[in-house]
C-alpha cells in the first residue's frame, strides 16, 4: 500500500458523526476519515444487514465485534470474528457482507 499525501494525525472516531448508508436490509453506520489516496472508516452494520451491492473495492477489513459473514460473487463464504481480518485488492474477487446480530469493522480502502 502506498499512502500518499497523508501527514500523521491523529483521529477520535467518537468526535466524528456516522452517515447511514441502507443495505438491502438492515443498514450501515460509517465514521469516516478521507485523505489524500485513503480512506479510514470505522463501520458498524447493524443485525440483519445485508449489503446492496457486490464490491470490487480493494479493503484491508478487521473485526473488532460481532460476526461478519462475506461472501464472494462465486459463491463461497468466508465468517468472520473479532480479531480477524481479510484483505482484497481492487477488482479481485467481488464481495458482499451481511451479518445476522451486527458487527463492527475497522476499514482501510
Not at 447493524?46 to 457486490?54: E, R
Request: aromatic share 10%; with cysteine.
Amino acid at each position: 500500500m502506498n499512502i500518499q499525501d497523508v501527514p500523521f494525525c491523529i483521529t477520535d472516531w467518537s468526535t466524528i458523526e456516522p452517515t447511514r448508508h441502507p443495505g438491502i436490509t438492515g443498514e450501515a453506520l460509517w465514521r469516516t476519515f478521507e485523505m489524500g489516496n485513503i480512506r479510514v472508516r470505522m463501520v458498524e452494520y447493524t443485525s440483519g444487514y445485508l449489503a446492496d451491492h457486490w464490491c470490487k473495492r480493494g479493503h484491508v477489513i478487521l473485526v473488532l465485534e460481532g460476526e461478519l459473514v462475506t461472501e464472494l460473487e462465486y459463491g463461497r463464504e468466508y465468517t468472520l470474528m473479532p480479531g480477524m481480518s481479510y484483505q482484497v485488492a481492487e477488482d479481485i474477487n467481488p464481495h458482499r457482507s451481511h451479518t445476522e446480530k451486527g458487527a463492527k469493522l475497522f476499514i482501510v480502502d
